[in-house]
């Protein structure tokens, strides 16, 4: 009671010691932050397109509206990103974390009951006109995106980051794998749940998880950084990676936002994010009608998520042991090259050699984006403003992801098809290859001149 009363209900050591642990804490933070981004599905696209014909049918809009709404409310969380970014910073992990864990819960709840809402404006207003269902599932898709897939996926992912420095790149790898395996049994146990629960009940045990479990483990366990508990980043790690040996794991100092956005490197990874987080949830949006148009069975084009998350497994561990070693620009380049094959394969389609360059390339880009993701800001900019910058590069790529079904149907239904898409989907991927040559480590530069001195 005295630690309560003295130090507060915020205080690191309350209500335990993790420096008393009897295992480095930052494995504990590995486990919790990783379940933190599992639980930002719901608010994922993949998450979100299992209820999308329920919505369609309940809220009495046509699929093109209720993507426009999907659309507008991911860019507008985007736009609050840089902001939730600030308080990142000036909250840290924890209090982020806990707040952000219970209003995705209401979030869900308000989905649960989106239908009667709409209903009931419909009545005070006296109006059955489809503007009131847009205007209400809007504000849930900007609520819902704004909560999971931006500030819960950033308070989780640099949480984990601010632990761990020499051997990051292999810690992103474990926490990628798991992560990896949730996203690919999405579809499998979301409908599941509406199967036993109905689709009102399966946000709303989603909903009772994450208030009621989520919320407190991210209380309980989320601490913000190993300094703050009287602990050392890496903890039996240190002195084992490649620290010495390798300059781009030094960090001369900590950049602030602003000074990070004027660099090559910034916009070189933060533009693969956006393009791949565009490309890649339009592509699952659009999957069916992708399926159609090439000519292959719908569930032959599913099934291929599930070989590329293995493949995405075994790259992400491949490149998380590798980007210790390396310049991580050269991470950037696989990826770039991962996202050039996957518009190829399905431009070769149905050609058998489409799913395997598919395959291959959906493994290499996955496995390089969940390694890069949480990697590459503390390793490139430190820490003192990682939310900052976390935030900034998170506004850029959500924003990308919901321009992606729109840009997807604008290509289907007036440059003939998906195939316009497809060709783009190649270029892109090119000209970020340019980039990424110059996107080196400003840390190594600073290095390189201390040295000199």
């Not at 379940?35 to 930002?40: A, E």
């Not at 059955?128 to 500030?151: D, K, N, P, S, Y």
């Not at 020499?166 to 409908?191: C, D, H, K, W, Y």
């Not at 998380?320 to 996957?342: E, H, N, P």
């Amino acid at each position: 009671m005295n630690n309560f009363g003295s130090r507060g209900i915020w205080h690191p050591e309350v209500p335990h010691r993790p420096s008393r642990w009897p295992f480095f804490y930052g494995w504990t933070i590995l486990a919790v932050g990783t379940l933190g981004i599992v639980c930002t599905i719901p608010g994922q696209t993949m998450g979100v397109s299992v209820f999308t014909d329920i919505l369609i049918d309940r809220l009495g809009l046509s699929r093109m509206q209720l993507s426009i709404a999907y659309l507008v409310g991911t860019t507008m969380s985007g736009f609050l990103l840089p902001l939730g970014g600030r308080a990142f910073d000036r909250y840290g992990s924890r209090k982020t974390a806990t707040l952000i864990s219970f209003l995705l819960g209401l979030v869900l709840i308000y989905f649960s009951f989106s239908d009667i809402v709409v209903g009931s404006v419909r009545r005070i207003l006296g109006s059955e006109h489809w503007i009131v269902a847009f205007g209400l599932i809007l504000l849930g898709f900007f609520t819902l995106r704004f909560t999971a897939q931006g500030m819960l996926a950033m308070s989780s992912q640099a949480m984990i980051g601010k632990w761990f420095h020499e051997r990051r790149g292999l810690i992103m790898s474990i926490s990628g794998v798991f992560v990896s395996i949730a996203f690919s049994l999405t579809p499998l146990v979301f409908n599941y749940m509406i199967q036993a629960f109905g689709w009102r009940g399966a946000w709303q045990v989603m909903a009772a998880l994450l208030i009621f479990g989520l919320t407190l483990i991210c209380y309980l366990f989320f601490r913000d950084n190993p300094e703050e508990c009287g602990l050392e980043m890496d903890g039996p790690l240190k002195g084992t990676g490649a620290k010495k040996s390798h300059p781009d794991n030094i960090v001369v100092r900590d950049f602030t936002r602003n000074q990070a956005i004027k660099t090559v490197g910034f916009w070189a990874f933060c533009g693969a994010f956006t393009w791949w987080a565009l490309f890649g949830t339009g592509y699952t949006f659009h999957v069916v009608a992708i399926s159609e148009e090439i000519e292959v069975a719908k569930t032959t084009l599913l099934t291929l998520f599930i070989p590329s998350a293995i493949a995405g497994t075994v790259a992400n561990f491949v490149i998380g042991f590798v980007s210790d070693y390396i310049r991580i620009k050269y991470v950037l380049m696989a990826m770039c090259l991962g996202m050039f094959l996957v518009p190829l394969g399905l431009l070769v389609l149905p050609h058998k050699v489409g799913f395997g360059i598919m395959v291959l390339g959906m493994g290499i880009t996955n496995g390089s984006f969940a390694n890069l993701s949480g990697n590459i800001w503390p390793r490139f900019f430190g820490r003192t403003h990682l939310g900052a910058i976390h935030g900034f590069n998170a506004s850029v790529t959500v924003i990308g992801s919901g321009l992606g079904p729109a840009l997807f149907t604008v290509f289907k239904d007036y440059a003939s098809g998906f195939n316009g898409m497809f060709w783009v989907g190649m270029c892109v991927p090119c000209a970020i290859l340019v980039f990424s040559f110059y996107a080196d480590n400003p840390q190594r530069k600073l290095l390189e001149q201390k040295a000199g001195k």
